[in-house]
């Protein structure tokens, strides 16, 4: 279990103070503050056996964002049972439009695009220099590699250790935990591979190595629902979107290239543009399925920053969105009693999902409502 200092205090060594009313530059001149309450840390213990540092803010171009620099500091066990292990990371909060009332399902394709510009810039200046990706990805223009803050090494680590994952995601709504309405999603980087991508990580490289290296499970996986066209909900020349076989959630997705791409780096111009056009397609249908703003958590699996070269290239660029409504705009999908101590079950199966979404297209159902003022 991990323990979070809530309250400024000594912790081995270090003073931990919560961040409070920090303010972030945006474009056009328009600035949002992220203030953070002081809690009483009501968890005490005898001994604190984790740490967490925070800190640092720092422009990027246009697209600014609140850096947080953490490390866990595990303390040794003795326990054969419970382990732990030091953790060092760097957490990113990006904006994607400087206009409040805007989400992704406002913004136009060319909206997007410096998104994910921003995302590709972040995921390169953290990449390993022994990973392949390395050799291929565009430089950087706003942004130097960072390496973890140099407070958190210690006598017996002096170099600080490379990043091994970044996971990009958005949180959507109050139904996902999501407090600030203004568009944003977080970059969360650590020294460690989180368990779902590493499962992932691992089926990817089993397939292509039973196939002699010459196959990508996503890829393969593409080109059957390809042939199928039940569950694709829409399609460009780059990417797929469609409800997965495998999908828990009723209107989960899937944005799948249609050819191997490792990481974000590996996106071309037209790609970059397609991409955007996906995300742009299937949070508007969102919304328009029950005319609401569709509370989702999203996230982009791709290659580690740092790893083997196996890995690097086993890896598949894709996106997961996770939406819990189900039938209306207030009633969501729970998953509890047989779906949480057993197996999930389907409320809707994927190809009844992607129909709906199908049907779904067109014009952004609030904006015809706002003309029709």
């Avoid at 580690?304 to 890995?311: K, M």
């Amino acid at each position: 279990m991990m323990h979070r200092a809530t309250s400024a205090q000594e912790i081995n060594g270090h003073k931990v103070t919560p961040i409070r009313n920090m303010t972030i530059p945006l474009s056009l001149s328009t600035t949002i503050v992220l203030s953070r309450k002081s809690k009483r840390n009501t968890n005490r213990r005898r001994k604190m056996d984790v740490s967490c540092l925070r800190d640092h803010v720092f422009p990027l171009d246009k697209w600014n964002k609140l850096i947080i620099s953490f490390v866990y500091i595990a303390l040794p066990s003795s326990m054969l049972l419970l382990r732990a292990e030091p953790v060092i990371g760097k957490c990113y909060v990006t904006t994607f439009s400087p206009l409040h009332n805007l989400t992704l399902a406002d913004m136009q394709p060319s909206e997007i695009i410096p998104v994910i510009d921003t995302w590709t810039q972040i995921y390169t200046a953290h990449l390993s220099p022994s990973s392949p990706l390395a050799k291929t990805a565009p430089p950087t223009k706003t942004l130097q590699p960072l390496n973890p803050p140099p407070h958190t090494r210690s006598s017996s680590r002096p170099n600080a250790p490379q990043y091994r994952y970044m996971q990009i995601f958005e949180n959507k709504g109050a139904a996902m935990g999501c407090s600030n309405p203004h568009p944003h999603g977080q970059i969360w980087t650590t020294t460690g591979l989180p368990d779902e991508p590493a499962t992932e990580l691992e089926n990817l490289k089993r397939y292509r190595r039973e196939r002699g290296g010459l196959q990508h499970l996503l890829e393969d996986y593409g080109n059957l629902e390809k042939e199928k066209q039940e569950r694709i909900v829409y399609r460009n020349g780059s990417f797929l979107v469609l409800c997965p076989w495998w999908a828990t959630w009723p209107y989960e997705t899937l944005i799948l290239p249609t050819q191997h791409l490792r990481a974000l780096p590996d996106l071309s111009g037209t790609q970059r543009a397609h991409l955007a056009e996906a995300m742009a397609e299937i949070t508007r249908r969102y919304d328009n399925l029950f005319e609401t703003h569709f509370p989702y958590s999203m996230g982009i699996h791709q290659a580690p920053l740092e790893g083997s070269e196996e890995e690097i290239e086993a890896s598949y660029l894709h996106l997961h969105f996770y939406p819990p409504l189900l039938r209306s705009a207030t009633v969501k999908k729970f998953l509890v009693g047989y779906e949480l101590l057993a197996e999930p079950q389907r409320d809707i199966t994927p190809e009844q999902a992607s129909a709906r979404l199908r049907e779904c297209g067109g014009e952004l159902y609030r904006r015809n409502k706002a003309a029709c003022i």
